[in-house]
T-cell receptor, first 116, second 114 residues
Framework: NAGVTQTPKFQVLKTGQSMTLQCAQD?????MSWYRQDPGMGLRLIHY???????DQGEVPNGYNVSRSTTEDFPLRLLSAAPSQTSVYFC???????????????FGPGTRLTVL | GDSVTQMEGPVTLSEEAFLTINCTYT??????LFWYVQYPGEGLQLLLK?????DKGSNKGFEATYRKETTSFHLEKGSVQVSDSAVYFC?????????????FGKGTLLTVNP
């Protein structure tokens, strides 16, 4: 059981370049999400998905796209990178059982992105 | 909307000192409350949880009690170790249909010196 995996671990981009951050989970979780972590700002939700074919915007979605074609994968696309997108990006997944008292989220190890 | 406010750091303690990190929340309904920990260079992992008022979550010597009357969930540990150095996040999730979505506080960096 690999849990939540993210690639790459580090990435440096130039302004205007595009790239995709990969996220995969092998726990058959319905819910997947992307956060960015910035100093003094905590974790802010970018986009999330509650199943294949279903995505929605979080708190800071501008400049990012997502899709969910399979249960396992939830890639995050930066269409035209900007220095303001320099951050550490975390993917997380969990079950989406609304009858449960809570659904524990499992986090990937993160991708550290620098945009020059 | 929901929000979580936690004590700003950084917090620096000596080994075996007592730790408190304050956390208060604003939410509609009856949220579940969590503390997540992030060790250097790693992702977040769940440290402890409480799903209803007066519940006490505990793990690895850390404790937090869900206080509905003060809307608080303060993290405590009686004797910290160097290995507890990490960033600690308080978080909540609403009950019901969106109980998988988390709202985080800004995090508190704890450094424990030998």
């Amino acid at each position: 059981n690999a849990g939540v995996t993210q690639t790459p671990k580090f990435q440096v981009l130039k302004t205007g370049q595009s790239m995709t951050l990969q996220c995969a989970q092998d726990m058959n979780h319905e819910y997947m999400s992307w956060y960015r972590q910035d100093p003094g700002m905590g974790l802010r939700l970018i986009h999330y998905s509650v199943g294949a074919g279903i995505t929605d915007q979080g708190e800071v979605p501008n400049g990012y796209n997502v899709s969910r074609s399979t249960t396992e994968d939830f890639p995050l696309r930066l269409l035209s990178a900007a220095p303001s997108q320099t951050s550490v990006y975390f993917c997380a997944s969990s079950y989406a059982d609304h009858r449960a008292a809570y659904n524990e989220q499992f986090f990937g190890p993160g991708t550290r992105l620098t945009v020059l | 909307g929901d929000s979580v406010t936690q004590m700003e750091g950084p917090v620096t303690l000596s080994e075996e000192a007592f730790l408190t990190i304050n956390c208060t929340y604003t939410a509609t309904g009856y949220p579940s409350l969590f503390w997540y920990v992030q060790y250097p260079g790693e992702g977040l992992q769940l440290l402890l949880k409480a799903t209803k008022a007066d519940d006490k979550g505990s793990n690895k010597g850390f404790e937090a009690t869900y206080r509905k009357e003060t809307t608080s969930f303060h993290l405590e540990k009686g004797s910290v170790q160097v290995s507890d150095s990490a960033v600690y996040f308080c978080a909540l999730s609403e009950s019901g249909g969106s109980n998988y979505k988390l709202t985080f506080g800004k995090g508190t960096l704890l450094t424990v010196n030998p």
